[in-house]
Structure formats: C-alpha cells, structure tokens
C-alpha cells in the first residue's frame, strides 16, 4: 500500500534559520506529492505541490523537490520566521486515482523563536 | 469564500450520547471526505464519497456512519459515543480531477468524550 514518512519532530529553530522537514514515500506508480500546512486552531491549507519527477514545488519561500530515484519530497526554507510556526504534512496521491483520496505522513511540528 | 464549513467548532459529549458533525462546501466538488486527527498519527481517513450518491470506508470507519446528502453536504454521524473518539475532525472536497487539485479542508471540530 501506499505510505508518507516524516522526520520526527517536534523541530524548534530561531529566527533565519535553515529548515528541513523530511518526508520519504512509497507508492505504486507515479503519485502526486504535497505540503499542507495547519496553522493553530485551523485546517490543512496546500503550501505547496509536485506531480511528476523532478518538479520543484515552490510558495512562501518553502521549497520541494519530487526525487523518484529516492523516494523522497523534503522540504525547505532557507530562513525562517515566527510566522512559519504551525504543523506541516506531507501527502500523496497515488498515480492513476480518479479522485483526491490522499495518503498523509504523521505531520512534524515547527516552532521558530525570536 | 466560505470553502468548506464544520459545524459545530467545538463540542463536548458524555460516553453513549449520539451526534452529527455537518459539513458543506460551495465549491461544486464532486469528493468529499471525513478524517480525524491525533497526536503523532496525522490524518487518517474515516470514510470518503467519490461522488453524489455514494459512500465508503476508509482507515478507520469503525463506529462512525456518514451521509452524503446532496453534492454540497457530508455528514457524520457517531450514534454512541467513546472516549476513543475524543479527536478533531476534519471535513475536505476535491474536484473530480484531483491529481493536480487536492483536497480544500475546513477548519475542524474539536469533539471530547467524557
């Protein structure tokens, strides 16, 4: 079946710091890869999205590359602010469904500091 | 813009009681969806419907029914009550093309179990 594996979490940075969630797949096919992301108190909002190999997903400075050779859709940020404090997820969606039946990894909490 | 609406936000319930989350959405989706979240495991799929007029489980549809009542509205139903429920519940639609378009969230319903 198909599954999502983040890194563990919770990741605590300061301020500008460099971010890197990780997040490793395994799907039959060639599914479509996402990051939501769920600021306090709200729902799941799309950050961002790959649909075939090599695609770099990019929003917000928050960038992702789809690697089919590993298996592997990290994501980055070259500096972080406060803002970006919230829960992140990768999902995806397996090649060939007819419809948004998504597969989510367990979600990494981010907390940035002043 | 309302999106996806849950209602209610919040709800506390004693062991047995019976209820229904509502969900619509206005964006013309043909898939809606039920998830419920916990600490450490992500989201996970209660029951989903492809289109207006079905319905199916998901990962985890034990103790819980749904309705699909119109293409707009999707609701769930907990007919008895568990502490095992106490979670936040999610609502999501997707288009009918959805390997590029993924599912648009409400913001949840915060639902403890006494």
């Known amino acids: 079946g198909n599954s999502v594996t983040q890194m563990e979490g919770p990741v605590t940075l300061s301020e500008e710091a460099f971010l890197t969630i990780n997040c490793t797949y395994t799907a039959t096919g060639y599914p479509s890869l996402f990051w939501y992301v769920q600021y306090p108190g709200e729902g799941l909002q799309l950050l961002l999205k790959a649909t075939k190999a090599d695609d770099k997903g990019s929003n917000k400075g928050f960038e992702a590359t789809y690697r089919k050779e590993t298996t592997s859709f990290h994501l980055e940020k070259g500096s972080v602010q406060v803002s970006d404090s919230a829960v992140y997820f990768c999902a995806l969606l397996a090649g060939g469904t007819s419809y948004g039946k998504l597969t989510f990894g367990q979600g990494t909490i981010l907390t940035v500091h002043p | 813009n309302a999106g996806v609406t849950q209602t209610p936000k919040f709800q506390v319930l004693k062991t047995g009681q019976s209820m229904t989350l509502q969900c619509a959405q206005d964006?013309?989706?043909?898939?809606m969806y039920w998830y419920r979240q916990d600490p450490g495991m992500g989201l996970r799929l209660i029951y989903y419907s492809a289109s207006e007029g079905t319905t199916d489980k998901g990962e985890v549809p034990n103790g819980y029914n749904v309705s699909r009542l119109n293409k707009r509205e999707f609701s769930l139903r907990l007919e008895s009550a568990a502490p095992s429920q106490t979670s936040v519940y999610f609502c999501?639609?997707?288009?009918?093309?959805?390997?590029?378009?993924?599912?648009?969230f409400g913001d949840g319903t915060r639902l403890s179990i006494l």
């Open positions: 999501a639609s997707s288009p009918p093309t959805a390997r590029n378009q993924p599912q648009h």
């Open positions: 964006m013309n989706h043909n898939s």
